[in-house]
């Protein structure tokens, strides 16, 4: 029990496009899901937290406008990286918690490459 | 606020050789504590944890007793198998069901 997937695994797109990662909680409801981002051989970074129907909370330094968040529903969190630049180029990845315990479940990532 | 420091790496074994990776923190209370794994190109899955002081952890031989005298939860293992080549990740709650990660410490083993 406990997945959470994501999709695409791996995505390339040109500078100036925008990018949709979707992040599905499978045999859970997720009250809230996490987004990190993680550079090469270093820890992952918080970008947002999102609960579902409201609006995502933001680390600080973190372009809102720039990552889009929407959580629909209790099984689905999308991250939107809008008009992408190569220094967007990271691995993402989601977490999500069903809000019992502290425990998180994390996707397998999406590896976005910006050329 | 609640804090996490994780000895730094690369670590590298020789097979079965012994595993220990420290982990110290610092927080308010005793929460829960969580070592992470990831596999290269993968995202993380939770290794082990535990949930209060004196509790001990394990999974796949991996151990780790949360330690409160010491404020401690390093993670052991007897022997390592080359397919224990990851990154591990030491982590705790800080507010509502967020994380705090160490840095991480990559595991190398020769076979």
């Known amino acids: 029990g406990a997945v959470v997937s994501q999709h695409p695994s791996r995505v390339i797109c040109k500078s100036g496009t925008s990018v949709k990662i979707e992040c599905r909680s499978l045999?859970?409801?997720?009250?809230?899901m996490f987004w990190y981002r993680q550079f090469p051989k270093q820890s992952l970074m918080l970008m947002a937290t999102s609960n579902e129907g409201s609006k995502a909370t933001y680390e600080q330094g973190v372009e809102k406008d720039k990552f889009l968040i929407n959580h629909a529903s209790l099984t689905l969190s999308t991250l939107t990286v809008t008009s992408a630049h190569p220094e967007d180029s990271s691995f993402y990845i989601c977490?999500?918690?069903?809000?019992?315990?502290?425990?998180?479940?994390f996707g397998p990532g999406t590896r976005l490459t910006v050329t | 606020g609640n804090s996490v420091t994780q000895m730094e790496g690369p670590v590298t074994l020789s097979e079965e050789a012994f595993l220990t990776i420290n982990c110290t923190y610092t927080a308010t209370g005793y929460p829960s504590l969580f070592w992470y794994v990831q596999y290269p190109g993968e995202g993380l899955q939770l290794l082990l944890k535990a949930t209060k002081a004196d509790d001990k952890g394990s999974n796949k031989g991996f151990e780790a007793t949360y330690r409160k005298e010491t404020t401690s939860f390093h993670l052991e293992k007897g022997s390592v198998q080359v397919s224990d080549s990851a990154v591990y990740f030491c982590?705790?709650?800080?507010?509502?069901?967020?994380?705090?990660f160490g840095t991480g410490t990559r595991l190398k083993v020769l076979a």
């Open positions: 045999d859970f409801q997720a009250t809230t």
């Open positions: 982590a705790l709650p800080s507010g509502t069901y967020k994380y705090i």
């Open positions: 977490s999500a918690a069903t809000g019992r315990d502290y425990e998180q479940y």
